[in-house]
Antibody, heavy 118, light 111 residues
Framework: EVQLVESGGGLVQPGGSLRLSCAASGFAFSNYWMMWVRQAPGKGLECVANIKGDGSWKTYVDSVKGRFTISRDNAKNSLYLQMNSLRVEDTAIYYC???????????WGQGTLVTVSS | QSALTQPASVSGSPGQSITISCTGTSSNVGAYDSVSWYQQHPGKAPKLIIFEVSNRPSGVSDRFSGSKSDNTASLTISGLQAEDEADYYCSSYTGIPTPYVFGTGTKVTVL
């Protein structure tokens, strides 16, 4: 059974940093692109960053470029999101998702809440 | 890229059929068949219900169907049930550099 479990969310002040983790199991992790998708309170979904299976290619939405870094450790079946210089508008639930068949996000974690507030 | 456009809300009575539209551009929906749809119940993670325009993952009810014409994709829910009340999001592959865009989301209400 495919499982994605996020951790690392919490309350942080503007300008602060957080590192999110996503533990994957039940599939050949290194064979898949993975991504972070966020959802601000009461708002829609937004792909924040994604990373190729071997970690050689990464993309970011413009609003987080230069502040967020996506990475992965295939030996640990884990995905990460390092978030620096956090802003109030980064407040959201952050989901880890697998990029599966036909570029669809076929499995999602339960999400971890990041709150940026003073 | 700008979000794909969906109606904010759609409603229907049990047993009826409803259709949710998802309008993009020739750079996303019109360019690729990688259109997917997600169902999200309150407080829950999104769930994939349609991929590649019209394909259903294993375990998803055949009451859900998808289609696409030019720059607009559509999700139809047939035989509407109370459990279908949720938010629905479309998404399209957009190529490089940022490969995905989501729709604005549609709240489905079962009357």
């Amino acid at each position: 059974e495919v499982q994605l479990v996020e951790s690392g969310g919490g309350l942080v002040q503007p300008g602060g940093s957080l590192r999110l983790s996503c533990a994957a199991s039940g599939f050949a992790f290194s064979n898949y692109w993975m991504m972070w998708v966020r959802q601000a309170p009461g708002k829609g979904l937004e792909c924040v960053a994604n990373i190729k299976g071997d970690g050689s290619w990464k993309t970011y939405v413009d609003s987080v470029k230069g502040r967020f870094t996506i990475s992965r450790d295939n030996a640990k079946n884990s995905l990460y999101l390092q978030m620096n210089s956090l802003r109030v508008e980064d407040t959201a639930i952050y989901y880890c998702a697998r990029d599966g068949v036909a570029h669809a996000r076929d499995y999602w974690g339960q999400g971890t809440l990041v709150t940026v507030s003073s | 890229q700008s979000a794909l456009t969906q109606p904010a809300s759609v409603s229907g009575s049990p047993g009826q059929s409803i259709t949710i539209s998802c309008t993009g551009t020739s750079s996303n929906v019109g360019a690729y068949d990688s259109v997917s749809w997600y169902q999200q119940h309150p407080g829950k993670a999104p769930k994939l219900i349609i991929f590649e325009v019209s394909n259903r993952p294993s375990g998803v009810s055949d009451r859900f169907s998808g289609s696409k014409s030019d720059n607009t994709a559509s999700l139809t829910i047939s035989g509407l049930q109370a459990e279908d009340e949720a938010d629905y999001y479309c998404s399209s592959y957009t190529g490089i550099p940022t490969p995905y865009v989501f729709g604005t989301g549609t709240k489905v209400t079962v009357l």
